[in-house]
């Protein structure tokens, strides 16, 4: 019998409809368009207005968008993993509030949290889960409403982050297309460049430091883009060499949407042909979890059954890694 691999076999997203543009920014911030589309490539991003919705509200309107797409009963549908650095609530699970919410009544389900990593994380999760023989649908979401926990008052983060959430489906694969390798790596040095103090088991919220805005995102840019750079540039200089892959046999590289310029390093350390690099920053700004299921959903339409694709992502913590996967279907 042939090898089980994981295969991607359908896509859904979901963007809220509020629209935050740099025009409307510069309203908010001292900081202007030049600067942020120069800087960081984002020309808006989308915002989750609504009161008491939260990331559950994104990643379940994404994976109903693959539900519907695919046509698929969600009652078949084993395991729900919810790729997010900003939960619907501490302690209840948001992976259990969206399964149900979808139907998913026959599936487990789970939070899986490492920053910007989370989905690329989830990826080698969910492939694993399905390569071990044991199930034979599982549904990965990528979702964050990183306004939640951004201070716009804040110009070197409130330029960043945006709103939205990508669902994939994996299911088992016997022509070997699906997951085909991984290289995942983690820093707890990194911390102290990118978090939000208080608010977690460390250090819970007093009324000084809320009205101190240190519940907020915290970042310092700089550090988290050289290194940012250099180890997502690295893992997927890696990856290729480790397969015999040359940057022409290489379809696609789907990297984590934080800067336009740190995505194009990443390329060029490859020698990357631009026109294979996935990109929508423009549109979204740094979704956290759901920017590589979204450049999916964006891209779709071009992909090709047995294209290959690169992932990489790297976010707090530090967290980072790259995967290689066979694409599984023509649209
Ligand atoms: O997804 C998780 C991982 N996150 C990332 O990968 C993000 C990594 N970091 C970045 O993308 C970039 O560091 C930023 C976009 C956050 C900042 O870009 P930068 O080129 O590193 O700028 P900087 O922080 O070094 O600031 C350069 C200048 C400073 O002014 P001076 O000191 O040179 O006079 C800042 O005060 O730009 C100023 N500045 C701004 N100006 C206008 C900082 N933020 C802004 C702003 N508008 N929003």
Redesign the pocket.
Known sequence: MSKITAAITGVGAYLPEYRLTNQILETM????DE??TT??GIKERRILKEEGKGTSFLAINAAKDLINKKGIDPKDIELVIVATATPDMKAASTAAFTATNIGATNAFSFDLEA??SSFLFGMSVASSYIESGKYKNVLLIGADKNSSFINYKD??TC??FGDGAGAVLFEPNHEGLGLQDELLRSNGEGREF?QATYGGSSYPITADTFNEGKHYVF?E??T??KN?VFNMADVTERILERNNLTNEDISWLAA?Q??KR?IEATANRIALDPAKVMMNIHKYG?T?SATLPLLLHDYESQLKKGDKIIFAA???GFTWGSIYLKWAYNS
């Open positions: 911030v001292d900081t202007n600067w942020i800087r960081t920053a910007c110009r070197a330029i960043i990118l970042q840019g700089k988290v883009f940012a984590h934080a800067n740190i740094n956290t790297f976010g707090g």
